[in-house]
């Protein structure tokens, strides 16, 4: 993957404090992942930078939608997204990823590349089941939402009305109830 040189930030000429960055997401950004999952997005990520004297910490807000397919009629719909994010960045001996909040980096670097936190906090704030809005308040009407009423498994009604039972079977219903 390459990183992509608009989500740098070269933190060694900005002075202590908050600075505040906003970035645009669309499909072309998903492009450099790979990622296809999205028919088309518009998502907002507003980042604010606090530079600190030892640290740095970056807070990321992400809103917008994205258009993607439903789990269940495969029809398109714009599923609203929503998610936050708190990063700490510290110096150290060596570059450190492994906890997903605290990012480590060694001694001399001087910028830091967001796109990838970018990229997994619009991806995981996707609900693991997709559903059209439609097929949860019954307004959308498809062809697969009536096949699959068809092939759902239907509701057995039992008419013991006269039905003479075997004897046998009855001695045995009784066990089950004289625990």
Not at 31 to 52: I, W
Not at 109 to 127: D, G
Request: with cysteine; aromatic share 10%; glycine share 4%.
């Amino acid at each position: 993957m390459m990183q992509l040189k608009e989500y740098t930030i070269p933190f060694v000429g900005l002075k202590q404090g908050l600075h505040q960055f906003e970035y645009e997401i669309d499909n072309t950004f998903f492009e450099h992942f790979e990622y296809d999952e999205f028919n088309a997005a518009a998502v907002k990520v507003d980042l604010e930078f606090t530079k600190k004297t030892t640290m740095l910490e970056l807070q990321f807000n992400v809103t917008g939608t994205v258009n993607i397919n439903c789990d269940l009629t495969n029809e398109s719909f714009d599923l609203p997204i929503e998610n936050d994010f708190l990063l700490v960045v510290k110096f150290g001996e060596e570059y450190n990823d492994e906890n997903e909040e605290l990012l480590i980096l060694p001694h001399g670097e001087y910028e830091v590349n967001v796109q990838q936190y970018i990229y997994e906090l619009i991806v995981l704030a996707l609900p693991q089941k997709r559903v059209h809005p439609g097929v949860k308040d019954g307004t959308l009407h498809s062809d697969i939402l009536k096949k699959l009423e068809e092939l759902s498994p239907k509701e057995k009604t039992e008419n013991n009305d006269n039905k003479e039972t075997d004897p046998r079977w009855d001695k045995l219903k009784n066990l089950l109830n004289d625990k």
